[in-house]
T-cell receptor, first 114, second 109 residues
Framework: EAEVAQSPRYKITEKSQAVAFWCDPISGHATLYWYRQILGQGPELLVQFQDESVVDDSQLPKDRFSAERLKGVDSTLKIQPAELGDSAMYLC????????????FGQGTRLTVV | GEDVEQSLFLSVREGDSSVINCTYT??????LYWYKQEPGAGLQLLTYIFSNMDMKQDQRLTVLLNKKDKHLSLRIADTQTGDSAIYFC?????????FGQGTELSVKP
């Protein structure tokens, strides 16, 4: 069964350093989402792509976070500089269309900022 | 997501039925979802229901939707220890998935 691939699974970084996460969606899925999940809470959307275009980044802290999906396939989420409050699980998901219908999630990247 | 509310914990005995409840706010949500998350893992899509349906059954899972009260429930029949996880309800708002805080289901042998 096709899966959403994410790497790394775990990342420990010092505050003020840069960190990057990678996601490869299910083949053929035009819509890609990055979510942040703080421990004990539900996931919250950071950014949504339709092909290579950003369709929603209203909750992305743009002073330190950036996301790209240059060829409309895989995507990278970057944080620079990382802060202690960024410690969370970063989840990538993809779906065939942009309505949120049947979004499939990867295993996530657990970020710890020390 | 503050727009979707769930109780935080549920404890049941193995073999019993579990019922996890959720209230949502957007009456225009086309689909409503249940996801399962095991410790340290991503979210697994369990089931979903179209907003013009009242009920959907899928093996041990039964989803009930009350649109008038904006209430969604997930019933797990014959709950097993492998069902222990956090269950998230989600609604679609403007093409975005909005999640509840999750209900931690604990299954005791």
């Amino acid at each position: 069964e096709a899966e959403v691939a994410q790497s790394p699974r775990y990342k420990i970084t010092e505050k003020s350093q840069a960190v990057a996460f990678w996601c490869d969606p299910i083949s053929g899925h035009a819509t890609l989402y990055w979510y942040r999940q703080i421990l004990g809470q539900g996931p919250e959307l950071l950014v949504q792509f339709q092909d290579e275009s950003v369709v929603d980044d209203s909750q992305l802290p743009k002073d330190r976070f950036s996301a790209e999906r240059l060829k409309g396939v895989d995507s990278t989420l970057k944080i620079q500089p990382a802060e202690l409050g960024d410690s969370a699980m970063y989840l990538c998901a993809s779906s065939l269309e942009g309505t949120g219908f049947r979004a499939f999630f990867g295993q996530g990247t657990r970020l710890t900022v020390v | 997501g503050e727009d979707v509310e769930q109780s935080l914990f549920l404890s049941v005995r193995e073999g019993d039925s579990s019922v996890i409840n959720c209230t949502y706010t957007d009456s225009s949500s086309t689909y409503l979802y249940w996801y399962k998350q095991e410790p340290g893992a991503g979210l697994q899509l369990l089931t979903y229901i179209f907003s013009n349906m009242d009920m959907k059954q899928d093996q041990r899972l039964t989803v009930l939707l009350n649109k008038k009260d904006k209430h969604l429930s997930l019933r797990i029949a014959d709950t097993q220890t492998g069902d222990s996880a956090i269950y998230f309800c989600a609604e679609t708002q403007g093409g975005k998935l909005i999640f509840g805080q999750g209900t931690e289901l604990s299954v005791k042998p």
